[in-house]
């Protein structure tokens, strides 16, 4: 599902294809779900939306916290959320949509020293994208896939310059250009390979 896996496997195998991960673009795109929060967020907001595992950079995390909004969503994994981050727990998938959709910009805080998070082709990359959000991530050769859609640093030193950058360059046109990436890569485009390379096994 990654470059840094399909390198590995194929050297130990003859026939390894490298099909990525992708998202259900309708489920986040086309949702009419609307968040209820009891007071006015100060924009931008962060969202961070999966399990807090040891592949997640707690500081870079903690960093975002302390100096934007931030929400949290899905299961502490070893690690917990910054108590300045409104976190709201796990949620059902089907209600995912009315988050993603509420947020200024997606983050994928990975630690940049996990095996974990360099062999990662984050589903919630597609996911954001799908919701015509702009992503902030740390770099990685997956997270560098769409550039001027995903913005990677490598550390917190280069965030406020990055979100400054996202925010005045942020356009229709970009939204609309992040809902085409992410309808290119959904789970049934990714069954059409899979299914290909079956057939030809048979």
């Known amino acids: 599902t990654s470059q840094v896996l399909y390198d590995k496997s194929v050297?130990?195998?003859?026939?390894a294809?490298?099909?990525?991960?992708?998202?259900?673009?309708?489920?986040?795109?086309?949702?009419?779900?609307?968040?209820?929060?009891?007071?006015?967020?100060?924009?931008?907001?962060?969202?961070?939306?999966?399990?807090l595992g040891t592949w997640i950079d707690k500081e870079f995390l903690q960093?975002?916290?302390?100096?934007?909004?931030?929400?949290?969503?899905?299961?502490?994994?070893?690690?917990?959320p910054p108590k300045s981050?409104?976190?709201f727990g796990i949620k059902p998938y089907q209600e995912l949509p009315k988050f993603y959709k509420n947020i200024d910009i997606g983050l994928i805080p990975f630690n940049p020293n996990s095996r974990v998070a360099q062999a990662a082709n984050p589903i919630k990359?597609?996911?954001?994208?799908?919701?015509?959000?702009p992503v902030l991530a740390i770099e990685t050769v997956e997270t560098s896939l769409f550039p001027g859609h995903v913005y990677t640093c490598k550390?917190?030193?280069?965030?406020?310059?990055?979100?400054?950058?996202?925010?005045?360059?942020?356009?229709?046109?970009?939204?609309?250009?992040?809902?085409?990436l992410a309808r290119e890569n959904t789970w049934e485009k990714r069954f059409k390979v899979i299914e290909k390379e079956i057939t030809i096994l048979l």
């Open 63 to 80: 960093y975002i916290a302390d100096n934007y909004t931030l929400l949290t969503i899905g299961p502490p994994f070893g690690i917990n």
């Open 155 to 180: 550390n917190t030193g280069e965030v406020k310059n990055l979100v400054d950058r996202i925010l005045t360059t942020e356009s229709e046109q970009k939204k609309m250009e992040r809902a085409i």
């Open 17 to 51: 294809h490298l099909v990525r991960n992708a998202c259900d673009f309708e489920h986040f795109h086309n949702s009419k779900l609307e968040l209820v929060y009891e007071s006015k967020l100060e924009r931008p907001v962060f969202g961070f939306i999966g399990a």
């Open 85 to 87: 981050a409104i976190n």
């Open 11 to 15: 050297k130990e195998h003859s026939n």
């Open 125 to 133: 990359m597609y996911e954001y994208l799908a919701s015509s959000k």
